[in-house]
């Protein structure tokens, strides 16, 4: 599929593929939106378009880590943007080329993109920004750092009411759930620390279509970082939050697996003397002194009664029930 918004005086046109040559020959800035085309008519319209081989070789790959590299007419920045993001921290990523020149913006994707389809639907953003490729580039991937932020903040609040019932009931149920947040976390903070990497090398060398002595284009740049940063950082915190309430739940069933234990132990030193006595009373001799004593019985019963209520006020006493 081929998409285009071409600003043309002064106004934004929707489009298909007509539109790439009224550009070429009319002028103004475009954007061309690439997504499920057959990778050899795609490459032939990039080349077209100016897009380095090599370039084009690195968009088309299914996974390749967040990017930036100029090629002078243009620069190929890789985004790894997302389709969706769940509670559970189930994300489905997308990755979106972007090839940004001063007059023109391709983005090639592999999928629905939350970024791209934020600014396509929105049309009085779109003619804001329509008019300056480089900034509209920004404002894409902002507007999904943005998205990233918002599920981020979410997740917060989602460790915090684990944490809560964790102290309450720990299960085995969400034990797992720990571990399986831990494990997607780290995931998110490989790519958080890639879109860092990638647009902190954008804010300290300039390309020839980002410049980033133009002020408007630095601002807006350096808000996209300060998203990743803050991403990256986030990240970080909850894969080690998440790391410290696994620690917590195991400090916590090894504590009860000790008061079992030790509930288990005075039970056993209780009955312990009283079946050594018993043991003793129960073998076949005939020649025991108490044997047929009328009341032994009774003394008997008596003396272990005697011993386990001294054992139980014992224990007691050292706080071990």
């Not at 590299?69 to 985004?79: C, H, K, P, Q, S």
């Not at 008061?259 to 043991?279: E, N």
């Not at 003394?299 to 139980?312: D, H, K, N, P, T």
Request: net charge negative.
């Amino acid at each position: 599929m081929i998409r285009t918004q071409w600003w043309h005086d002064g106004a934004a046109h929707s489009g298909g593929a007509e539109q790439i040559k009224q550009w070429q020959q009319q002028g103004g800035s475009l954007w061309i939106d690439l997504a499920d085309e057959p990778e050899t008519q795609e490459a032939t319209l990039l080349r077209e378009l100016g897009c380095h081989p090599l370039a084009i070789q690195d968009a088309q790959r299914q996974r390749h880590p967040p990017k930036v590299e100029d090629f002078g007419a243009n620069t190929l920045v890789i985004y790894r943007g997302f389709e969706y993001f769940e509670e559970e921290v189930n994300v489905r990523h997308v990755q979106v080329a972007f090839f940004v020149s001063s007059d023109c913006l391709i983005s090639r994707r592999t999928g629905p993109s939350f970024g791209v389809n934020a600014l396509w639907d929105n049309p009085s953003e779109l003619a804001r920004y329509l008019p300056t490729p480089t900034i509209l580039f920004t404002r894409i991937v902002n507007q999904s750092l943005g998205q990233y932020i918002k599920r981020m903040l979410e997740l917060e609040d989602a460790i915090s009411e684990m944490e809560d019932e964790m102290l309450d009931d720990p299960t085995d149920r969400l034990m797992q759930r720990f571990v399986a947040y831990r494990s997607r976390l780290r995931k998110l903070n490989r790519v958080f620390n890639y879109h860092e990497k990638v647009f902190g090398e954008l804010l300290r060398e300039s390309t020839e279509v980002l410049d980033m002595n133009d002020a408007p284009l630095f601002h807006a740049m350096q808000d996209v970082y300060d998203k990743c940063e803050r991403l990256a950082s986030l990240c970080t915190l909850f894969y080690e939050q998440c790391g410290d309430l696994i620690e917590g739940y195991i400090s916590l069933t090894s504590h009860q697996l000790n008061k079992t234990m030790q509930a288990l132990t005075v039970i056993t030193a209780i009955f312990v003397p009283l079946g050594l006595l018993s043991g003793i009373y129960g073998m076949n001799f005939e020649h025991m002194p108490e044997l047929h004593s009328r009341y032994g019985y009774y003394v008997l019963l008596s003396v272990m009664g005697f011993i386990a209520i001294v054992l139980l006020a014992l224990f007691r006493r050292k706080r071990w029930l």
